[in-house]
C-alpha cells in the first residue's frame, strides 16, 4: 500500500466521524505507512553491467561511500583490480580476493576467470560474499559469425588507415635516425681518428718484428761464416729457438689463443685501440648502443617502405633475404 493510499484512507475517515455529529466522538484512526525500496544495502558488493562492461560497486571502508570500478575483464588482472581499490581509498592496509572455498586468487589472474563464479573480497577485516550475475554464453555459430566480423572490420580498418598510419611511422623513424646520426656524426670522427693511429701502430709493430728477425738472421750468419764456426754457433742458435718457442707457449698461456700472427696483429690493433680511445675519452659502449639502435631503425624502414613485408615476420624476411 502506498503513501497517498493511506493518507485517502486517513481523510475519508475523519469525514466519516465528522458527519456522525453529536451521536459520535471524533474517531482518529491510526495509519501506518509502509515503503518498498529496491535499493541495495550500503554494505554489499554488487556488480551489474553497463555499456557491455561489468561494473563493480564496493563500500569504502575509511570514506564510508560506494565506488564503481569498471573493470576489462580480458585486460584487467586481480592486481590491477585491487590497486585500483586502494588508489581510492588509502586507509585499506589489506585486501585480496578469494574463491568460494577459501583459495586466495593470484594478483596475475584474469578478472574474466573470477568473473565466472562466485567469489570473496576481503577489505581489512571484512568479507563480501560477491556473486556475479549469469550472462549468457555464445553458441559455437554465433561465436563464429562474431570472428567473422572482426577479420572484416580489421580489414576495412587496415584498407581505410594503414597508409595513413604507415606514413606517420615513417616519418617517426627518420626523425629518430636522423637524430642518431647527428648523435653519431662526432663519436665517428673520433673513432675514425683512433682506427687510424691504431692501425699505424700495428702495422708498425710487425715491421719492427720482420727488422729484428732479419737482424737476427744477419748477425747469426755473420758469426757462424766470419767471426766463429758452427761448432760454436750451433748450441747458441739452438737456445735461441729453444726461447723462442718459450715466448709463444707463455703467449697461449696468458691470451688462451695460438700465436697467429693475423690474430695477434688483431689483439694488438685493439690494445691501441681501447688505450687511445680512453685517452681521448671517446665512449665506446655509447658508440656501440647508437649503432645498434639506428640497425633497428632502418631494419624497421626497410621493412616499412616494402609493401611485400607488411605482414611478415622479421624471421621469415631474414630467410626470405
Not at 41 to 66: A, C, F, M, N, W
Amino acid at each position: 500500500m502506498t503513501l497517498d493510499q493511506n493518507r485517502t484512507r486517513c481523510k475519508e475517515a475523519t469525514e466519516d466521524g465528522g458527519t456522525k455529529g453529536s451521536r459520535t466522538a471524533l474517531n482518529i484512526r491510526k495509519c501506518r505507512a509502509v515503503f518498498c525500496s529496491t535499493l541495495v544495502p550500503s554494505d554489499e558488493v554488487t556488480i551489474e553491467y553497463k555499456h557491455g562492461l561489468p561494473v563493480i560497486t564496493v563500500p569504502l571502508p575509511s570514506r564510508q561511500e560506494r565506488c564503481w570500478f569498471s573493470v576489462k575483464p580480458m585486460l584487467m588482472t586481480v592486481g590491477g583490480f585491487l590497486q585500483d581499490i586502494r588508489n581510492e581509498d588509502k586507509g585499506i592496509d589489506n585486501i585480496a580476493v578469494f574463491t568460494a572455498d577459501d583459495s586466495k586468487i593470484s594478483a596475475a589472474t584474469l578478472m574474466e576467470d573470477v568473473l565466472r563464479n562466485e567469489f570473496k573480497l576481503v577489505i581489512n577485516k571484512l568479507t563480501y560474499h560477491v556473486q556475479p550475475p549469469v550472462i549468457e554464453r555464445m553458441s559455437s555459430e554465433r561465436a563464429a559469425g562474431m570472428e567473422d566480423v572482426k577479420t572484416l572490420v580489421h580489414k576495412l580498418y587496415s584498407a581505410l588507415y594503414l597508409e595513413e598510419h604507415q606514413l606517420q611511422k615513417e616519418r617517426e623513424l627518420l626523425e629518430k635516425l636522423d637524430s642518431l646520426r647527428e648523435q653519431l656524426h662526432p663519436l665517428e670522427q673520433v673513432k675514425a681518428n683512433i682506427l687510424q693511429c691504431s692501425e699505424a701502430k700495428s702495422t708498425r709493430l710487425l715491421w719492427i718484428g720482420m727488422a729484428f728477425m732479419s737482424t737476427q738472421a744477419g748477425a747469426l750468419a755473420w758469426l757462424t761464416w766470419w767471426v766463429y764456426s758452427w761448432d760454436i754457433m750451433e748450441p747458441v742458435t739452438y737456445f735461441l729457438t729453444y726461447g723462442t718457442a718459450l715466448g709463444f707457449y707463455a703467449y697461449l698461456m696468458l691470451t688462451k689463443q695460438d700465436y697467429i700472427y693475423a690474430d695477434a696483429k688483431d689483439r694488438q690493433f685493439l690494445h691501441y685501440f681501447h688505450r687511445r680511445a680512453k685517452r681521448k675519452r671517446f665512449d665506446v659502449d655509447k658508440y656501440n648502443q647508437l649503432r645498434e639502435e639506428m640497425e633497428e631503425v632502418e631494419e624497421d624502414l626497410r621493412r616499412l617502405r616494402s609493401s611485400l613485408h607488411l605482414h611478415i615476420p622479421v624471421q621469415q624476411i631474414n630467410w626470405k633475404e
